[in-house]
């Protein structure tokens, strides 16, 4: 479904709602920004800014006229083509089954269907992407010895990506497209804790099974069995490959195999990228000789063993875990913070392991309203809204005249 749920830097829209608040166009100066579209969520949100795009749907920044929360919604305009729904199923369930397990992960809470879109609702990340993160301490990175992050916050961040990473593979899931732009980061003080999202790309696979031959991804941060296609390649070392490169590039602020060919739409690029990854070292490549002279031996290691060519001896999460320069003690600033973390998460735990986020029911539901949004809506139809959290029994209601604009609602039961 595309886009991130953090800020975006751009504001192509005046936030006063509804086409009949624009202003007029002046005979003098700029013409005004367009109205903020509502998405047929007139009744249910104030939909207040654009927080991304993606190859399906639009994000946006929404607040809740009930609860007065704010949210990201990704929004795709209905009816939905039906080879397409299937991939957006897909990406609803794993992320519901998986952001209320980890607080790693950003958490879907709701699907929403109005007339016109199909809208997920998750929490909303105010404090950016790690792209912005990481471009700004490229500003004074020669206070830290050419480096954008040092490697002990380098270090904070990464084990919060492999907490997350590790999370997912245990469900027999594979992100397929970890990097900078899909970790956000909160507001948590003081340092804020790291959120994977977008997970368009991700997918299950059965135990002991490998993922089919579909080059999907970033190209710079795609490993080399995927960008060749190879057959039956593993899903959970392509993300061990991506997060090396993560790693790389919070610390250097570039990426260690890249190319001068930004087309990918044909495969000069991705050739080119392919051929260093099985002919060179990631130290040797021309432009990383500087900057891997600024790492400590420890990582160097860990990089090596990450950006294995071979999947089969890659590094794979356990490794990455026992490994000496994962393992070396954090300034205390940065410890305090991840036992905050761990905590919260431990309590998170104890409620999975009570099934406290399954159900059937639920699943069942967002079937019948992922079906519903394939066709155009019915003149009398409603907005429909598909809790996803804490579910243990999901029914359909439809409020009386007066509550709630008599919106059906798929309610939580305790």
Known sequence: MGACCSSSPEAKYEVSGGAKAAKQPSSHGPKPKPAVPDFGLLNTHEVIKLLGRGGEGETWLCKDKETGHEVAIKLIKRPIPKPAIQVIKREIKIQADLGQGHLNIVSADEVILSKTYLGLIMEYVPG??????????????????????????????????????????????AHRDLKLDNTLLDTHEPFP??????????????????????????????????????????????????????????????????????NFNNTAGLYDIWLQQIKTSWRDVPNNTSAASRLTPELKELLDKMFDVKQESRASIDTIKQHPWFNRPLPEKFTESLKELEEEQRAIDEQVSKGAFQSAERDKALEALLDRAVTPAMPSEEVTRLSLSKIKRAYSILRPKGAGAGMAAVQEED
């Not at 010895?145 to 990506?161: I, M, P, S, T, V």
């Not at 999370?167 to 899931?173: A, D, I, T």
């Not at 977008?198 to 960008?227: C, V």
């Open 128 to 173: 950016g992407n790690m792209v912005a993160f990481v471009t700004k301490r490229r500003e004074t990175k020669s206070e830290r010895g050419g480096l954008c992050l040092d490697e002990d916050e380098a270090r904070y961040f990464f084990k919060q990506l492999i907490s997350a990473v590790e999370y997912c593979h245990k469900n027999n899931v």
């Open 193 to 262: 804790w790291l959120k994977l999202c977008d997970f368009g790309f991700a997918k299950h696979w059965q135990a002991n099974s490998n993922m089919d031959t579909m080059r999907i991804g970033t190209p710079e941060y795609m490993g080399p069995e995927l960008i060749s296609s190879r057959t039956g390649y593993d899903g959970k070392k392509v993300d061990v490959w991506a997060a090396g490169v993560l790693l790389y590039v919070m610390l250097v602020g570039m990426f260690p195999f890249e190319t001068q060919d930004d």
